[in-house]
């Protein structure tokens, strides 16, 4: 179905949970986010009904997303029923990847497309300082368990940001001997995060698409290496998202870039958001939010449907530069 702007809608990002088992420092405050009831939260046969309602205006991919999704108890048997449900076409999965040594096998017979897995540095010390929990190895261990399991595409998830001066090239090579698809992510104005230093989102801290790109091929020269060459196409790795694709030269995997900030890129935009209390959000950037959750439990399925077309005619053009949102990107479903 179309929103109010004629774009296609047939996407779902749907967060399973606000908690996760690490604590990105632009992601979460060090304690945690304030934590939702039992009851606000919305049960697994809830998400699972409200997905097959969503068939309805025309979704076809939906993306499990957090919190950290992995440690929602259930996941596995929500993923077979996405995966049973008519319309469905495919289902995805964006993790810091940690859980994923003991439930890759799991989700892939369960019927889970393929997953996103978030790495930020290369640097262990820098891992474990932006996770504040995690150390690298777990996630590494999380990668090979993706890769191992059969999932393809395999993304690696890259937010950058400029005082981290992250390893680019080191990210860029990963691509090379791996079918691994690295993807560079502008950092965001998400939420009110204490930032990197602890002076919150600004725009210094965002490195456009653009530049990394030239910075990387600078690096790559350096080292002897060829230049990244657009793909496109066929030959892009399978995805619903608006990135632009790269490659080396004989390499296996490819590295892409999304641009929220540089390359508005909401004249494409395909998608709606479910928070895991139940909200139906047309816009990461805006807080305007439906509340579905209230009418599944008093309305019933048709009372849901209201608020997918509710969603689709409220969904605003573009996202005007807005710096910030009330719900911090573990809450809201990054
Ligand atoms: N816990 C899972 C993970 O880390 O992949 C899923 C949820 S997390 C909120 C989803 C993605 O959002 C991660 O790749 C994370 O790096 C990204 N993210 C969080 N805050 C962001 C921000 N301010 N700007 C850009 N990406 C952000
Ligand atoms: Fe957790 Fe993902 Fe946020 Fe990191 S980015 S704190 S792993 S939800």
Not at 12 to 24: A, Q, Y
Not at 41 to 66: N, Q
Not at 246 to 260: L, R
Request: aromatic share 6%; net charge negative; charged share 25%.
């Amino acid at each position: 179905m179309k929103d109010g702007h004629g774009r296609t809608i047939d996407y779902l990002r749907i967060s399973l949970t606000d908690r996760c088992n690490l604590r990105c420092i632009y992601c979460m405050p060090a304690e945690g986010v304030k934590l939702m009831s039992h009851d606000e939260i919305l049960r697994i046969e809830e998400i699972a009904r409200i997905a097959r309602v969503a068939t309805r205006i025309g979704i076809r991919s939906v993306r499990l997303t957090g919190g950290e999704p992995l440690v929602r108890l259930g996941v596995t048997d929500l993923v077979r029923d996405l995966a049973n449900m008519p319309g469905i076409e495919n289902i995805s999965m964006t993790t810091n990847g940690v859980l994923l040594p003991r439930m890759a096998d799991g989700l892939k017979e369960a019927g889970l497309s393929r997953v996103n897995i978030s790495l930020d540095t290369l640097d262990p010390e820098q891992f474990t300082k932006i996770t504040r929990l995690g150390s690298i190895q777990t996630t590494l261990d999380g990668i090979d368990a993706a890769l191992e399991a059969g999932f393809n595409p395999v993304k690696i998830n890259s937010v950058v940001v400029r005082q981290l001066n992250q390893d680019y090239l080191g990210f860029a090579k990963l691509s090379i001997d791996q079918p691994l698809h690295v993807r560079f992510i502008e950092y965001m104005p998400v939420g009110e995060s204490e930032g990197i230093d602890g002076h919150g989102w600004g725009p210094e801290d965002v490195v456009p698409s653009e530049e990394l790109l030239d910075i990387i091929n600078e690096r790559a020269k350096a080292e002897g290496l060829a230049p990244l060459e657009p793909i496109g196409g066929d030959d892009a790795p399978l995805g619903w998202g608006p990135a632009r694709y790269f490659a080396f030269p004989g390499a296996k995997g490819t590295v892409g870039f999304i641009s929220p900030l540089s390359r508005h890129f909401c004249g494409d935009c395909n998608r709606l958001r479910l928070t895991a209390d139940g909200k139906l959000r047309p816009c990461l950037f805006s807080d305007r939010e439906i509340d579905v959750r209230t009418a599944l439990r008093e309305g019933g399925d048709e009372a849901v449907y209201e608020c997918f077309l509710e969603a689709l005619d409220m969904k605003p053009d573009e996202h005007h530069d807005r710096v910030g949102t009330e719900r911090r990107m573990s809450q809201i479903g990054g």
